[in-house]
């Protein structure tokens, strides 16, 4: 099973310590964040240590890694490119996607 894979089980509902505002039958919520980093070991204890993310895992993704990490509602994906010059790393460094999730569409 995949790293990332485990983590889209994330709980529909918030945390308990983190209520929401009522908006209806619907509900839509970030659930996933993927960043472009220069240094994967930096920015995932970066991460770690500044918002108290859980690191749950790694993989390789194609031409590179990807780090997982979570607070147990939204994940974070740092991703790093082994097949990229400096330069382009600092083109693509930042946000990559983000992912949501929502009760229904209409």
Same mark, same amino acid.
């Given at each position: @099973?995949? &790293?990332?894979?485990? +983590?889209?089980?994330s709980p529909t509902g918030p945390a308990p310590d983190r209520p929401h505002r009522n908006r209806g039958t619907r509900m839509a919520r970030l659930r996933h964040i993927a960043i472009v980093v220069r240094d994967l070991d930096a920015m995932t204890e970066f991460y770690k240590s500044v918002f108290e993310l859980e690191f749950v895992g790694s993989e390789?993704?194609? *031409?590179? *890694?990807?780090?997982?990490? *979570?607070?147990?509602?939204?994940? $974070?994906?740092? +991703? &790093?490119?082994? #097949? @990229?010059?400096?330069?382009? $790393? #600092?083109?693509?460094?930042? +946000?990559n996607h983000f992912g949501g999730q929502v009760d229904g569409v209409a």
């Open positions: @099973k995949r &790293y990332r894979d485990s +983590l889209w089980g390789t993704i194609g *031409t590179g *890694t990807a780090n997982y990490l *979570t607070d147990g509602v939204v994940n $974070l994906a740092l +991703l &790093y490119f082994t #097949d @990229k010059t400096g330069e382009e $790393l #600092d083109r693509m460094a930042g +946000l």
